[in-house]
């Protein structure tokens, strides 16, 4: 993995397909679970998952597909730290269910390293923009989120493409400029549907000058929420234990917390296909209240356990 590449390079892997790389085992540390205290955790979780989803405009979340699976791909990087980025992204894809790619596969998500991210973010939107906006509907957030992209200081910065599809066939639910109109047979109910909102790519840009103070572990689990998720980089989260408030506050969390690993669990988990976008987000809170209900319950009767012995 070369430590310099072209914004043409970039752009030919950018608008790649699927697959990459071995699993790293990681050891997990044990980190508090919400800092949000005086507060129902069903209003937690539902403040939370509300806060911090963005999908387009009219769309529900999306998710990557096992069908295609995960493709990492890191550059400008030197090699040890790529593959060690590559592989604990791609941990986490395992962790969720998600097939990856052999080695030499074309990347669906790929991470640029940059002493320039607005410089180089400009560029490759320039050079192809319907890269970072394709021709069809729901497929990207809107002109001024992509102008927000580009013009950030944030240490690190993401961009997500998405795709309707048909949820049993995988087949593109949408009209493409230069093919035939989308045909998908549609569910009877007028409450759920066939369609679903697949990932197709995720851009993430490093500006490797804004990330001292962070571990390399804090950096990688940093990208990999943001790069499965449709994280809202304008979203509030203080009040709660995520490694996305880690650049505010090193000492948060050494890695995904369990409030994350539950969000994005849930997102995976939870069955999409609700036809009101927002009843989809309200399906991946309540799946996720399930879950930390399940962990605090757990959690009281270890506790109640060792009180006893």
Known sequence: MRSRVSV??????????????RAQETPETPVEDI??????????????????VAPPHGRGPARWSARSGICVGVVNLQRDAAQAMVDRVSEVALELGLPIGEPGCSPNVLIIATDDAPTLTAALVERSPNAFRPPYAGSSRSRLQLRRFIETDRPVRWWHISMPVHSETGRIAVSLPGYPPARVRALSSRLTTLIQNDLMRAYVIIDIDQIEGVSFQQLADYVAMVAFAQVDPDADLSGFSTILNVFDNPNIAYGLTDWDQSYLGSLYGAELNQRNPNAQSGAVAALMFRERRRAEDDSEVKLDEAEGE
Do not use: H, I, M, S
Request: charged share 10%; with cysteine.
């Open 35 to 52: 800092v949000v205290l005086g507060t129902p955790l069903r209003e937690q979780v539902e403040t939370f998952a509300d806060t911090v």
């Open 8 to 21: 043409a390079a970039l752009l030919a892997l950018a608008c790649a397909v699927p697959g990459l790389a």
